[in-house]
């Protein structure tokens, strides 16, 4: 067994359920320590949900050097019904060439991956000119509220400087490898409460119905092409997930309906200009209304540069795959780091089997993982010695 397998056997085993970590982290700072590692375990939440992050760094042989940040997450999502797993879901088992256990994609292959492409790293080059840093969280997969973005602004408060950045999360399809992800689309939620007045469905004379009162500007809102996107991003979208309106019975007019809406907007928009054109179609149709917003995280995008073409490099050499570069899917621990760093892909093992009942990977997808990660170490270490 491969020492890449062998760690990633050791975190499967491990049932580290959002917010709990279970030693994952632990396991990787010992590994890192004997290597140069300085780890500082950061504890955030309430009581109820306490969230463990690890910073862990090793600066380069000279100051000033560039840094590459590893980020992922230890924690998991639930199981699911047990009874539908072909083995438990806690137990790295082999079936057919296949690793299964929750979190086999999503994402405890990557963090073994990260571990063991440093290791060999640094045994071929013991003096980087580059400084290189891990930072996990067990808070990726539920609110996110205590986990990558607490270290982020820590470090933000101390002036830390970060330079690139890979986040380990599942972005292949096929072939670890033919896809990464170079950036996010923003995501911003609404909830719109359009205020009428409530009656009687047989005098709507004497009540305001807010659903037919809204409809018109739902339809407006509906017809709006918000921005064209760019060659990176689609167009941003807008779309309603929730109505809520009436008491149950079938002879009131509500006296409110309540309408949630998502933005998933490009690097064309900004949350700012999308809120205020959507409020001047709520104004121009002389709704009386409340309105509140929630930016779950701003769109980021990393053109070809440095970390794109070292990337890049690294897939085309060790797999003979031309990678393919996508914005597409939700939202990632990327959108945190990106307001910190100016360089951040993401990049994992195929993630068709992620938050599934028999989460798996292919075993061949494991070494392949941890080369492209070395190999970028090494094209980096490159540029910065240049």
Known sequence: MGPTLYLTEQLLARPSITPLDEGCQQIIAERLKPLGFACESIVSGPEDFRVTNLWAKRPASAPG???LVLAGHTDVVPTGPLDQWHSAPFVPTHRDGKLYGRGAADMKTSLAAFVVAIEEFLAETPSPALSIALLLTSDEE???NDGTVVVCNALKARGET?????????????????????????????KLTVKGVQGHI??????????????PALAELVGIEWDK???????????????HGGTGASNVIPGHVVIDFNFRFS????AESLQKRLSAVLDAHALEYDLSWVVGGLPFLTTP??????????????????????TTGGTSDGRFIAQICPQVIELGPPNATIHKINE???????EPLKNIYKRTLHNLNRQASA
């Open 65 to 67: 050097a560039p840094t």
């Open 142 to 144: 539920g609110p996110a």
């Open 162 to 190: 970060l330079d690139y950045c890979i986040v380990g999360e599942p972005t292949s399809v096929e072939r670890t490898g033919d896809m990464i992800k170079n950036g996010r689309r923003g995501t911003m939620s609404g």
């Open 202 to 215: 047989a005098y709507p004379h004497l009540a305001k119905n807010p659903i037919h009162l809204v409809a």
């Open 229 to 243: 996107g760019n060659a990176f991003f689609p167009p941003t979208t807008w779309q309603v997930s929730n109505i």
């Open 267 to 270: 690097t064309e928009s900004t």
């Open 305 to 326: 540069g440095a970390l794109v073409d070292a990337v890049v490099d690294a897939i085309r050499t060790e797999t003979g795959i031309e990678t393919q570069l996508s």
């Open 360 to 366: 798996h990977v292919q075993v061949a997808d494991i």
